[in-house]
């Protein structure tokens, strides 16, 4: 198993500004995911982190809004930036062991007025 | 889009009773996966049915798969409380996770 701790769990921020969410693995991985949650939705993939290489970023998500670092195997960030209310969200980083089972940091439920 | 869908969107029971959720998929897998979601919290993991398996149980859950319909159903039986929470289901391509819709089930005490 992985255990993911993340921080801030939530934070109410000003619009125009920008929040970084940090994610600490207790063990190497290679991949790191970061899902964004909106109320009452399901998960959808931001990008996904590699160590050493930059994000690779899915359709609707660009670097420029959600920079993402991976300095090391354990540990990754993703900064929402220039925030406005469509950005209140829950956003979730994530882990897998070899597709079979994922894990979950507790999650940061943002709200942004 | 590959996500799963889920049905029913909510679920509500009395305890005791047993509750079935069911997800439909759009894409070959390699396994599908159930997971549970407290409150806008992380996810964790519940259990994992592979292509070629059609049943798996693990304590109250069963699940089920189909992939001739691309669809699987998750049984809680004898259902508590504590089990009120949004469940999800997610297939698993590549080295892709799809998550579904997810099913809030509320269990009345």
């Known amino acids: 198993s992985a255990v993911i701790s993340q921080k801030p769990s939530r934070d109410i921020c000003q619009r125009g500004t920008s929040l970084t969410i940090q994610c600490q693995v207790d063990s190497q991985v290679t991949m790191m995911f970061w899902y964004r949650q909106q109320p009452g939705q399901s998960l959808t993939l931001i990008a996904t982190?590699?160590?050493?290489?930059?994000?690779?970023?899915e359709s609707g998500f660009v670097i420029d809004k959600f920079p993402i670092s991976r300095p090391n195997l354990t540990f990754s960030t993703l900064t929402v930036s220039n925030m406005s209310p469509e950005d209140s969200s829950i956003y979730l980083c994530?882990?897998?062991?070899?597709?079979?089972?994922?894990?979950f940091g507790q999650g940061t439920r943002l709200t942004v007025v | 889009s590959q996500q799963g869908e889920e049905d029913p969107q909510a679920l509500s029971i009395q305890e005791g009773e047993n509750a079935t959720m069911n997800c439909s998929y759009k894409t070959s897998i390699n396994n599908l996966q159930w997971y549970r979601q407290n409150s806008g919290r992380g996810l964790v993991h519940l259990i994992l049915i592979r292509s070629n398996e059609r049943e798996k149980h693990s304590g109250r859950l069963r699940v089920t798969l189909d992939t001739s319909k691309k669809s699987s159903s998750l049984l809680i039986t004898a259902s508590r409380a504590a089990d009120t929470a949004s469940y999800f289901c997610?297939?698993?391509?590549?080295?892709?996770?799809?998550f579904g819709t997810g099913t809030s089930l509320t269990v009345i005490p």
């Open positions: 997610a297939t698993v391509t590549g080295n892709q996770f799809y």
């Open positions: 994530s882990v897998n062991r070899e597709y079979t089972e994922a894990f």
């Open positions: 982190a590699n160590q050493g290489s930059e994000a690779t970023y």
